[in-house]
Structures are given as C-alpha cells and as structure tokens.
C-alpha cells in the first residue's frame, strides 16, 4: 500500500465535510419551497454521491474544516440565496477536489478525487440560477 500523503488526507477531508455541509443545507431547503423542490433534493443527493466518492480514496480522510472560501447559506437565507451560496461553494469544492487529483499519488485517489470533483460541478449546475425565474 502507498505511503499515505497527509495533504491528501487533509483535503479529502475538508471535501468530505463540504459535502455533508451542503447535503444538510440542501435538505433544510428543499422543505422551503416548493419550486426549487427538486433543485435542493438532486442537490443534496449529489452531494451524498460525493461524500461517498471520497470513501473510495485508498486512505481515510482526515478531520479538516472545509476549503477555503466555502460558506454555508446564512441562517436566515432566503431560499434563492441559498442555492446561490451553495453553487459558489460547490465551485470552490469541484476546484478543491482537482487540486486534490494533482496531489494524489495513485490513480485510484485520483479516480475518486475525479469522481468527487464531478459531484461537485452537479452541485454547481443544479443551483445556478439559468434566469431570474428557474434553476
């Protein structure tokens, strides 16, 4: 087994913390409205698909707040600027995660730092507002 780098164990786990952060205020949100219904919960459910792309990693990730850069939706957000905060911080954890690749030293971490990476763009596009009016 290769020796495990601890900068990817770090990023791994500042990734997987994003994940769950976004899957939890994704789920909070999709009970708000019903017109981003379906936004919030492919959200959420993107986000569950990463988390578990980083368990695949040959290494366990390490305990790490998020990237820097991501935020949470404030407490009192409104539906719409949460999936605004949301789609940016999705941006800033797909760029993350290809740094992440780079680091990685194998290509089975890469594949899943890929397929993370991956979610996260899912994530990005599903709250991006197309218009004023969909996402």
Do not use: K
């Not at 786990?13 to 919030?40: M, Q, V, W």
């Not at 404030?74 to 760029?95: E, F, R, V, Y």
């Not at 194998?106 to 990005?124: F, G, N, T, W, Y």
């Amino acid at each position: 087994m290769p020796e495990t780098d601890p900068d990817l164990r770090q990023m791994l786990g500042a990734a997987f913390n994003a994940f769950e952060a976004i899957r939890h205020s994704a789920r909070h949100y999709e009970e708000h409205t019903p017109d981003l219904f379906a936004a919030f919960i492919s959200a959420a459910t993107a986000a569950a698909n990463g988390r578990d792309a980083i368990l695949t990693a040959s290494i366990f990730p390490a305990e790490a707040q998020p990237p820097p850069g991501f935020t949470q939706p404030a407490p009192d957000a409104n539906p719409d600027q949460a999936a605004d905060s949301i789609a940016a911080s999705a941006a800033i954890l797909a760029d993350w995660l290809d740094q992440a690749a780079g680091v990685a030293a194998i290509p089975h971490d890469q594949d899943a730092c890929r397929d993370a990476a991956a979610a996260a763009r899912q994530i990005q596009q599903l709250m991006a507002a197309d218009d004023t009016r969909t996402r």
